[in-house]
């Protein structure tokens, strides 16, 4: 999904480039053509970035979270990635707000094997629901009030379905 937003970008950049070679030329119809083109397309750019919904993914190596990126974006969602608290002092933990607080619509928190401490506090501090991703769990996902605990063997699928369960219930 990232590709079409960035390939709308391209476009409407391309077309804005095109009306003004065209004026600079003095071809007026052209120039109402290409710029109009232009307009349409950042528009549904706007549009789509405004009606999006957005998913928090925090933490997790890079082979893992390119399949569970690829699962969401393949739903319908877009993906915002944070890289957790250990790996960089994170705001919530010290009273500040969430600079990737883009509205998201849940948190998925990926939870390394033997990672001991506190959970990344995304979904409190964002009020949303967030999803434990845990490695090397493969119980079923377990489910208290709006935070959901689920394995990440059970595959990016299940992962993605018990977040859109939490959105739902």
């Given at each position: 999904?990232?590709?079409?937003?960035?390939?709308?970008?391209?476009?409407?950049?391309f077309?804005?480039?095109?009306?003004?070679?065209?004026?600079a030329?003095?071809?007026?119809?052209?120039?109402?053509?290409?710029?109009?083109?232009?307009?349409?397309?950042?528009l549904?750019?706007?549009?789509?970035?405004?009606?999006?919904?957005?998913?928090?993914?925090?933490?997790?190596?890079?082979?893992?979270?390119?399949?569970?990126?690829d699962?969401?974006?393949?739903?319908?969602?877009?993906?915002?990635?944070?890289?957790?608290?250990?790996?960089?002092?994170?705001p919530?933990?010290?009273?500040?707000?969430?600079?990737?607080?883009?509205?998201?619509?849940?948190?998925?928190?990926?939870?390394?094997?033997?990672?001991a401490?506190?959970?990344?506090?995304?979904?409190r501090a964002?009020?949303?629901?967030?999803?434990?991703?845990?490695?090397?769990?493969?119980?079923?996902?377990?489910?208290?009030?709006?935070?959901?605990?689920?394995?990440?063997?059970?595959?990016?699928?299940?992962?993605?379905?018990?977040?859109?369960?939490?959105?739902?219930g």
């Open positions: 999904m990232r590709w079409r937003s960035e390939l709308v970008l391209y476009l409407g950049a077309v804005a480039f095109g009306a003004v070679l065209l004026w030329e003095e071809a007026t119809w052209p120039v109402v053509v290409f710029g109009v083109l232009a307009g349409l397309l950042l549904a750019l706007a549009w789509r970035a405004a009606h999006v919904p957005k998913v928090l993914v925090v933490g997790g190596d890079e082979a893992h979270l390119r399949e569970l990126e699962a969401l974006e393949g739903v319908g969602y877009e993906v915002c990635t944070c890289a957790g608290p250990a790996n960089r002092p994170c919530v933990f010290q009273g500040r707000d969430c600079p990737l607080g883009e509205r998201p619509v849940a948190a998925l928190i990926y939870r390394p094997a033997g990672a401490g506190r959970y990344a506090p995304c979904g964002l009020r949303v629901p967030s999803v434990i991703v845990e490695e090397h769990l493969d119980a079923e996902p377990a489910v208290a009030g709006r935070v959901a605990r689920v394995g990440l063997d059970r595959g990016p699928d299940r992962v993605v379905r018990t977040m859109e369960d939490l959105l739902a």
